[in-house]
């Protein structure tokens, strides 16, 4: 049971994270399961290096928590001057240029919490946990998208997106 709640808390980001990727562009399926293989192999990196990483479990969620707040800026930015100039100009090497690039870092930031969890839960086998965190992320994620959906037509969504996923970030560093 407590696999299971675990499995489920750590996947609430996804959920929120979700919500805020699709304020900001279209999320699909395959965005969501693309985004859950980060959630799968750092789960299975995280399990299979238990004991070294164990120590670690903080910094990988503050890391995680920095890269929605990249997440966060990247949105906002794209809000005030446009997608094209942001992209190409602004945060080019911290957010890519590429959609590719935005799952990607949005599957990195949520998948930091679950590799943390991965390392707290040594009875779990790590296959079964990187299993249930990829699916629950994938779940989560595609759920938060469908929430937010009828939302993408109002003015401003991409600067809520962009505030919701820095707030996010910060919640995550300092608490």
Same mark, same amino acid.
């Given at each position: ?5 675990? &499995?489920?808390? &750590? +996947?609430?980001? $996804?959920?929120?994270? *979700?919500?805020?990727?699709? %304020?900001?562009?279209?999320?699909? %399926?395959?965005?969501?399961?693309? =985004? ?11 399990? /299979?290096?238990?004991? /070294? ?11 995680? #928590?920095?890269?929605?707040?990249? $997440? ?20 080019? @090497? ?5 959609? +590719?690039? +935005? ?7 949520? +998948? /930091?919490?679950?590799?943390?969890? =991965?390392? /707290?839960?040594?009875?779990? @086998? ?18 938060? #998208? ?9 003015? *401003? =969504?991409? &600067? ?8 996010? *970030? ?6």
């Amino acid at each position: 049971m407590v696999f299971l709640f675990t &499995v489920i808390s &750590v +996947s609430l980001d $996804a959920y929120y994270a *979700g919500i805020s990727f699709n %304020l900001g562009e279209k999320l699909t %399926l395959a965005d969501c399961i693309y =985004a859950s293989f980060y959630t799968l192999a750092t789960c299975l990196i995280a399990s /299979a290096l238990r004991n /070294a990483a164990s120590g670690y479990t903080a910094i990988i969620n503050k890391a995680g #928590g920095a890269l929605l707040i990249a $997440a966060g800026i990247k949105y906002l930015t794209e809000a005030y001057y446009g997608k094209k100039r942001t992209a190409k100009a602004l945060f080019k @090497p911290l957010c890519g240029r590429s959609r +590719s690039e +935005s799952v990607t870092l949005m599957g990195l930031s949520v +998948s /930091a919490d679950a590799a943390a969890a =991965a390392v /707290a839960l040594p009875a779990a @086998p790590p296959l079964l946990c990187a299993l249930a965190m990829f699916v629950f992320h994938a779940g989560f994620l595609l759920l938060g #998208g469908i929430t937010a959906k009828p939302l993408r037509s109002f003015e *401003g =969504a991409t &600067v809520a997106a962009g505030i919701f996923l820095a707030a996010a *970030g910060t919640c995550r560093i300092l608490l």
